[in-house]
């Protein structure tokens, strides 16, 4: 066989090379693709309305990101956040912005978690450092609305040392160290440790207490003043908005943004899991503990286990909801003849039971704790505490139950010792977040109804073009910021109008067909449309 010619040489490893090159462009270009998709998982569009949060709006110095599986990279403005991801600040200021109208801001030395980010259910954990929380405050239809909270999405804060609900529209400021978290209330309702901080107060709180005081303005720091700051920067914002050319092209065509998250779902099944955030955990028998899923249905005899930081909401009867806190037990069972009873292992557990107006009975169920059997007779909120160290105890807020033949009606606290039950009196106002959040779970239907006589509630991030930063875009009513200043600029909008849905992430929009459902779940409302209320 005759031997190549250099030339034929040179020829074969042109078209070698030539290959090679372009297989490399093509996986270069593929690659590029690939993280440019992925880019778009994590990162909100550059224009537009959202109607969803749960991303941050400004990052300052030196402040990491961490999701888990992942490395750690710097934070970014329009990161979107998921649940598990973690922020940590060294030497700078964040700024995340929630369900919108809901700001959420970080200070040096700070460091937190996310453990659940849909709206309606928002829940981070602040290990150390401060954090503050401004919620924009609805002035039109609070002021003629009995029931203010409905208005409002209930933010659950932990921190070492106790789990903070925040319940109404306000400023909020958090500090936590080894020792201690220390709340400032200047404006708004906070419930931790069976106390209520409200406006112009203070509280110190450790595992078991809290002390309560008044709020001191003089402690205002620089991280206060910041906050400030940014409210009125975006204030400022938002009355920019009237010009900007987005503005004017959604304006013209106007939308009802709808609550996102709030969508409820009904089940006439019993045992039906309405929520499990993450962390949650079943299992069968002696089979292995698997993850809990929102949407599950519970068998007979399965056990329910929630990590420190996770909450489970249970229908466990069309009309009760069983509702668990973290590093809590339970197993559920349902024998053949349908009477579902709860055995209760350890932590906290709440059932409610509520029957629609105009109920014929209602279900009864038991619950099972220290070898006792507390039957609930009559529905009303009912809590039970099985912690380490302590006597197990039952506490009746509404309602009656049995236990061996006597009945016992609310307020009553049944502590469970060897010789028997000791009956006491105690004080069905003093709540904490476990409660704030589990009546306002029980709630949602109703909250969702009320929600929707006022629709449209809420509104809509809207981005500034001048500084790429997002402010808050009213949809109907008037709002305006705890620190002062109205958002004036808003959508004038009413029932039945095309809404802008979010597709992929909740982030993305689009027109939606008048008819089609809303984005909550609800039926649209038929009939004429409300007159917008007065300004």
């Known amino acids: 066989m005759p031997r190549p010619t250099y030339k034929e040489l040179a020829h ?58 992942a490395v750690i990279k710097p934070l970014k403005a329009k990161q979107v956040l998921e649940n598990g991801d973690t922020i940590t600040v060294r030497d700078g200021r964040a700024e995340i912005l929630l369900s919108p109208g809901y700001y959420l801001r970080l200070s040096r030395d700070s460091l937190i978690t996310f453990l659940e980010t849909s709206p309606g259910n928002t829940n981070f954990k602040l290990s150390r450092g401060s954090a503050i929380l401004e919620i924009s405050i609805n002035g039109s239809a609070g002021n003629f609305y009995a029931g203010k909270r409905v208005l409002y999405d209930l933010i659950t804060i932990m921190t070492p040392q106790n789990e903070f609900a925040v319940i109404s529209g306000g400023v909020y400021r958090f500090d936590v160290t080894r020792q201690a ?23 110190s709180v450790t595992t078991d207490d809290a002390q309560l005081a008044s709020l001191d303005v003089k402690t205002a720091d620089a991280f206060d003043d910041w906050s400030r700051q940014r409210a009125a920067n975006l204030i400022q914002g938002n009355k920019s908005l009237k010009g900007a050319r987005w503005f004017r092209e959604v304006h013209e065509s106007p939308f009802t943004p709808s609550k996102v998250g709030e969508r409820q779902t009904l089940s006439a099944r019993s045992g039906f899991v309405r929520l499990a955030e993450p962390g949650s955990q079943s299992r069968l028998e002696n089979a292995a503990w698997l993850d809990l899923k929102s949407g599950e249905n519970l068998s007979n005899g399965e056990r329910i286990k929630t990590s420190p930081n996770c909450r489970v909401d249970v229908r466990a009867y069309p009309d009760i909801d069983l509702l668990l806190t973290g590093n809590s037990e339970i197993a559920y069972l349902e024998p053949a003849d349908g009477r579902v009873s709860v055995e209760m292992t350890s932590g906290s557990a709440i059932l409610i039971s509520q029957p629609e107006p105009g109920a014929i009975g209602s279900n009864t169920i038991s619950l099972i704790m220290a070898g006792r059997r507390y039957v609930i007779s009559k529905p009303g909120i009912f809590r039970v505490n099985a912690q380490p160290g302590r006597a197990p105890e039952f506490l009746i807020f509404d309602g009656e139950v049995a236990v061996a033949g006597h009945h016992f009606k609310g307020p009553r606290k049944l502590i469970s010792q060897s010789e028997g039950l000791t009956d006491l009196e105690f004080d069905k106002s003093s709540t904490d977040a476990f409660d704030a959040w589990a009546e306002r779970r029980s709630q949602l239907q109703s909250i969702m109804h009320s929600r929707q006589l006022l629709s449209p509630l809420g509104g809509v991030w809207f981005v500034i073009e001048a500084t790429g930063q997002y402010t808050f875009v009213p949809a109907q009513w008037s709002y305006h910021s705890p620190y002062g200043g109205n958002y004036s600029v808003k959508y004038i909008s009413f029932l039945n109008m095309p809404i802008v849905r979010n597709q992929q992430n909740d982030n993305s929009t689009g027109p939606v067909k008048p008819d089609a459902p809303r984005a909550d779940g609800l039926p649209r409302t038929q009939g004429p449309r409300p007159a917008p209320p007065p300004n």
């Open 181 to 203: 978290t220390t709340v400032h209330v200047p404006k708004g309702l906070v419930v931790v440790a069976g106390k209520k901080i409200k406006d112009g107060m203070s509280a």
């Open 12 to 69: 074969f490893v042109w078209k070698a090379l030539s290959f090679s090159s372009i297989a490399f462009v093509a996986s270069c270009c593929l690659l590029q693709a690939q993280q440019k998709e992925a880019g778009r998982r994590y990162l909100i569009p550059a224009h537009g309305p959202l109607v969803r949060g749960g991303f941050v709006n400004l990052s300052e110095g030196a402040i990491e990101f961490l999701r888990p599986g």
